[in-house]
C-alpha cells in the first residue's frame, strides 16, 4: 500500500476547525481526530459533537483517535456516527474484542493503539480484528512533542507480526511525525503516518503533507 497521511487538527485551529481542514483536503489521505478526556491522558479536546459536525464539512474521512478512559462505551458511536476509522487503546479497553466488532459492524476500520511503553507481544491474537495498528511515538495527550526514537524496534516488530500472518492491517504511527523522522518510521515498517504541528505548523500545509508522502515512499513506507 502506497503511504497514508493523517494530518492531526490537535495542531489546527480550533475556532476554524472547518477551513484548517479544507486546507488539507486535496492533498491528505484521512484527517486524524485527536479525542482526549482528561482522564486517559492529561488533556481535554473535543468529543461527538465535534466530530458529527465535522463530518459534514469533510471531504475526507475521519480517522478518530479515542485517547479516553471506557472507549468500549463511546467507540461504537463515533463508527455509528459516520468516522472512517476509530481507534481505541488497548490499555483503556476492557472488552476489545467486542468493541472492536462494534466498530467494525457499525462500518469503520477498526485501529487499535498502544502507548510507547505497551508492548505488542500479547497482541498477536487481536490482529485478525482490526485494520490499523496505531503506536504512540510520543506519550499521547499533546502535540508538537519530541519523536521517541525508542519504539523503532517496536515498529519493526510489529511489521513482522503483521507480514507472518499475512494480514491486511495498517500500521500508523502517531506523535513526532515529521520531516526529520518520518523515513526511520517508514523503514521501520510504519504505513500510515499521523503528522500535526509537522502539518499545521508549515507555511503551506497541503505541501507539507505531500512532502512527507513523497519522504515516506522514498523511504519503503508502505510496501
Ligand atoms: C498526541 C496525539 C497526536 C498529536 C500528534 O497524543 O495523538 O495525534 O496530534 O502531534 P505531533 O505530530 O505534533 O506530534
Ligand atoms: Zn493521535
Not at 484548517?20 to 482528561?38: E, F, S, T, Y
Amino acid at each position: 500500500m502506497a503511504p497514508q497521511i493523517s494530518p492531526s487538527i490537535l495542531s489546527a485551529d480550533f475556532a476554524r476547525l472547518a477551513d484548517d481542514v479544507a486546507l488539507i483536503a486535496d492533498a491528505a489521505d484521512w484527517v486524524h481526530v485527536d479525542v482526549m478526556d482528561n482522564h486517559f491522558v492529561p488533556n481535554l479536546t473535543l468529543g461527538l459533537p465535534v466530530v458529527e459536525a465535522l463530518l459534514k464539512h469533510s471531504a475526507l474521512p475521519l480517522d478518530c483517535h479515542l485517547m479516553i478512559e471506557d472507549p468500549d462505551r463511546w467507540a461504537p458511536q463515533y463508527a455509528e456516527a459516520g468516522a472512517g476509522s476509530v481507534t481505541i487503546h488497548a490499555e483503556a479497553a476492557k472488552a476489545p474484542i467486542r468493541t472492536l466488532r462494534a466498530i467494525r459492524a457499525a462500518g469503520a476500520r477498526a485501529g487499535l493503539g498502544v502507548n510507547p511503553a505497551t508492548p505488542v507481544e500479547g497482541l498477536e491474537d487481536l490482529l485478525g480484528e482490526i485494520d490499523m495498528l496505531l503506536l504512540m511515538t510520543v506519550e499521547p495527550g499533546f502535540g508538537g512533542q519530541k519523536f521517541l526514537d525508542v519504539v523503532l524496534p517496536k515498529i519493526r516488530r510489529a511489521r513482522a507480526l503483521i507480514k507472518d500472518r499475512d494480514l491486511p492491517v495498517w500500521l500508523q504511527v502517531d506523535g513526532g511525525v515529521s520531516a526529520e523522522t518520518i523515513e526511520r518510521c517508514a523503514e521501520a515498517g510504519a504505513d500510515v503516518f499521523v503528522a500535526g504541528s509537522a502539518v499545521y505548523g508549515a507555511d503551506d500545509p497541503a505541501e507539507a503533507v505531500r512532502a512527507l508522502r513523497n519522504q515516506a515512499a522514498a523511504a519503503g513506507g508502505g510496501e
